[in-house]
């Protein structure tokens, strides 16, 4: 089948309507797999793995979450975690049918939470990508302060980007150009280049303690009453998600499975895609067999 991806778009917003875009792959018909990349990424985080899954027999949705990528940038900067999930449950109605969700990060907690709340249950199965309800806050701060130091001021070139990401990623292997890296960059009129996400998104909130916790409860929420099949994949070098916080969550949801991903830190699909999605593939066919067959 053709790798080439078809853009659709799906209208989202509670107070602003905002055009959320994606890229396609397979058949509209098939079962659908919609993928929510993590904070400051955007869509094309999952290129690779969504084509992949279509070449399965899937239908994969590869989503610009709010403020990110291609899609609308929100007027009131809401961008907390209730207005994420709640695009996803209004791009999941919109399909008709439940989608399998496949989350990194932001993406993650947005689809545990956008199940947990919805009237339904909204997804078929779900993939958590390095994140759990506990994250450990050292990590969670040197992710914050890589996103936040080039955002006002950019950079001179695509090349001087990647320089700057592959010193925050030492442990992943450097392509042989910045070319790929241009998708998750904007061309300002000062002839400079910045990240592909409103600078918004990261604006500190002073009450930002308290809706961490607050967060964490929810995820907490979410992931004890999860019923349908799960996948958490940790990258093992992640400083995020620890092996103290993959296992509280395996003892939250007993019946999820689990993957540690060798030299793979937080962006795991990034820094070894072709394990993470054998990995992927391997618990969404699986579990549709399943599903299929009532074993």
């Known amino acids: 089948m053709s790798g080439e991806s078809v853009c659709r778009t799906f209208t989202v917003g509670k107070h602003h309507h905002l055009t959320l875009v994606a890229d396609t792959w397979g058949d509209p018909a098939a079962e659908p797999i919609l993928f929510a990349h993590g904070g400051g990424q955007t869509r094309h985080a999952w290129g690779q793995t969504a084509r992949l899954l279509a070449e399965q027999g899937f239908y994969t949705l590869a989503l610009d979450l709010r403020g990110h990528g291609d899609s609308s ?5 809401d961008y907390s ?5 709640a695009d996803l449950q209004s791009v999941a109605d919109q399909l008709g049918r439940k989608p399998m969700a496949v989350g990194a990060s932001l993406g993650g907690i947005s689809s545990l939470i956008a199940h947990h709340v919805s009237r339904h249950q909204l997804f ?11 994250v450990e806050l050292s990590g969670l701060g ?13 950079f001179a070139s695509p090349q001087e980007a990647a320089e700057y990401v592959a010193a925050y990623t030492p442990n992943r292997r450097r392509g042989a150009n910045a070319e790929g890296l241009k998708k998750n960059l904007r061309l300002g009129a000062d002839g ?5 996400w409103d600078p918004k998104f990261f604006a500190a909130r002073p009450d930002q303690k308290r809706a961490g916790h607050a967060r964490f409860e929810l995820m907490e929420e979410a992931a004890r ?19 103290e916080g993959a296992r509280e969550f395996l003892e939250l949801v007993p019946h999820a499975r689990f993957v540690d991903v ?15 999605s054998g990995a992927v593939i391997e618990f969404l066919c699986t579990a549709s067999r399943k599903s299929r067959t009532g074993a």
């Open 81 to 85: 975690f209730q207005d994420y999930a």
């Open 192 to 196: 400079r280049y910045r990240w592909h």
């Open 73 to 77: 940038w929100d007027p009131g900067e």
């Open 142 to 154: 040197r992710i914050r302060d890589f996103m936040l130091e080039h955002a006002e001021t950019g």
């Open 225 to 243: 009453a999860l019923t349908i099949p799960a996948l958490l994949v940790r990258g093992r070098i992640s400083d995020l998600v620890s092996p």
């Open 124 to 134: 078929s199965k779900i993939v958590l990508v390095d994140i759990t309800p506990r």
């Open 262 to 276: 060798e030299e793979a830190g937080h962006m795991v699909a990034g820094d070894k895609n072709d394990i993470f």
